[in-house]
C-alpha cells in the first residue's frame, strides 16, 4: 500500500481535539503521530543526546517565557515579547558570545541597528553582507537581461560564502536578515553553527510575508489558481 503523506495543515479536527494535543485525541489515517511511532521514538532519541538536549531545553524554556499571564490559564496568555529581545535571552541561556549576523544588502539600515542592538547586550556580532566577495552574477550563467539592472556589473548574493565567513571567524549562533528566497535554504546547507531568522524578506509586503496570506480571500485570491502552467 503507498505511504500516505502527512497533511497536518489539512486536519479536519478541532486544535483542542487533535491527538498531537490530547491523549485519546482524534486523528486522521495520515496523522505522523500515529503512524510514524518509530520516527517519534528516533526524535526523542536525537533530542536527548548530548549534542541536541539543551539546545531543544532552553527553546522549549524560551517558547513559554514569550507568553504572560501563564497561570491564568491558556485563555488568557497573551505575547509579551518581540522577536529580536527572544533571540538574545535565547543566546544568553545557551551561553553564546560571537553571533552571526547575515544579511541583505536591501535591510542594510535594519541590520545595522540590529548590530547595534547585540552589539549592546555584549555580544561579539560577525555581521555579513549578502554581496560579499563582489562576484558577478556571470559565474551563474545568467544573462544581462535576467540581472535586476540589465545594463551594468551585478554582484550575485553569495550565501555560500556568507556561510563560510561566519564558519571562518567561529560564530556560536547565525542570524538571518532577509535573506532571498533559496539563498536562505543555501546559507543553512553550509552554515556550520545554528541559525535562527530575525525576518524573512517580501519585497513587497514590507518583509511580512504573512500579509498576502491574511488577504487571501479578497486581494490575492488569485492564488488560488495556478500562477503558471506546470511543465
Not at 561579539?124 to 566577495?133: L, M, P, Q, W
Not at 555560500?160 to 542570524?175: E, G, T, W
Not at 524578506?201 to 488569485?222: F, T, V
Request: overall charge positive; hydrophobic content about 35%.
Amino acid at each position: 500500500m503507498q505511504d500516505k503523506h502527512p497533511q497536518c495543515a489539512e486536519c479536519p479536527y478541532d486544535w483542542s481535539e487533535r491527538f498531537c494535543r490530547k491523549e485519546n485525541g482524534k486523528a486522521p489515517e495520515n496523522c505522523p503521530s500515529l503512524r510514524h511511532r518509530d520516527l517519534v521514538k528516533k526524535a526523542v532519541e536525537e533530542i536527548q543526546s548530548p549534542e541536541v538536549f539543551e539546545f531543544a531545553r532552553q527553546a522549549s524554556i524560551q517558547e513559554a517565557e514569550g507568553y504572560g499571564n501563564r497561570e491564568k490559564g491558556y485563555s488568557m496568555v497573551r505575547p509579551i515579547k518581540p522577536r529580536i529581545v527572544e533571540v538574545i535571552e535565547f543566546a544568553n541561556k545557551m551561553k553564546y558570545k560571537r553571533i552571526g549576523l547575515v544579511f541583505c544588502v536591501g535591510l542594510r539600515r535594519e541590520a545595522a541597528v540590529v548590530h547595534e542592538i547585540l552589539k549592546n547586550q555584549g555580544f561579539e556580532v560577525i555581521s555579513v553582507v549578502c554581496k560579499v566577495g563582489r562576484v558577478s552574477k556571470e559565474v551563474l550563467q545568467i544573462t544581462k537581461e535576467q540581472q535586476i539592472v540589465s545594463n551594468s556589473f551585478e554582484s550575485m548574493c553569495n550565501p555560500v560564502l556568507q556561510a563560510l565567513v561566519v564558519n571562518h571567524h567561529q560564530s556560536d549562533f547565525n542570524v538571518l536578515l532577509g535573506l532571498c528566497v533559496g539563498h536562505d535554504s543555501l546559507f543553512f546547507k553550509y552554515a556550520e553553527a545554528p541559525c535562527t531568522v530575525l525576518a524573512v524578506k517580501d519585497r513587497l509586503m514590507g518583509h511580512n510575508p504573512l500579509a498576502a496570506i491574511y488577504q487571501y480571500e479578497s486581494y490575492y485570491r488569485y492564488l488560488k489558481n495556478p500562477l503558471e502552467p506546470k511543465g
